[in-house]
């Protein structure tokens, strides 16, 4: 609120509406963004940690969590059964790391 473009917007008689929707909210765009890229990478690893534990989503309802967990009853034998749905995971988060890495340098924010 003490920018310059902010101070001009209020000497040349702007409402409360035109500061948020004209000057404040375009630049804060994309630096919310970027930050809700990168924290969609932990909400996938924590709704999974939370069903891998039993506490998540119950069966029958697929979940990478669930999924990884009955797997790893079948280990050594089966592998796979846990380790494609871990892979799963770690593709979705690593995606939307690398999202939000990319709209940072693209928007150059500084977080």
């Not at 994309?30 to 990168?38: E, F, I, M, N, Y």
């Not at 069903?51 to 998540?56: K, M």
């Not at 380790?83 to 979705?92: S, T």
Request: hydrophobic share 50%; net charge negative.
């Amino acid at each position: 609120m003490n920018e310059e473009y902010v101070e001009a917007a209020r000497v040349a008689g702007a409402s409360h509406a035109h500061f948020l929707f004209r000057e404040l909210l375009p630049n804060c765009f994309s630096a919310v963004a970027v930050k809700t890229s990168l924290d969609a990478g932990f909400v996938i690893l924590s709704g999974a940690a939370v069903s891998f534990l039993g506490l998540g989503v119950q069966p029958p309802t697929p979940d990478l969590g669930t999924m990884v967990a009955s797997g790893s009853e079948n280990l050594p034998d089966m592998w796979w059964q846990a380790a494609m749905p871990g892979l799963a995971i770690l593709c979705a988060i690593l995606g939307f790391n690398l999202l939000g890495d990319g709209l940072r340098d693209m928007l150059h924010v500084a977080l």
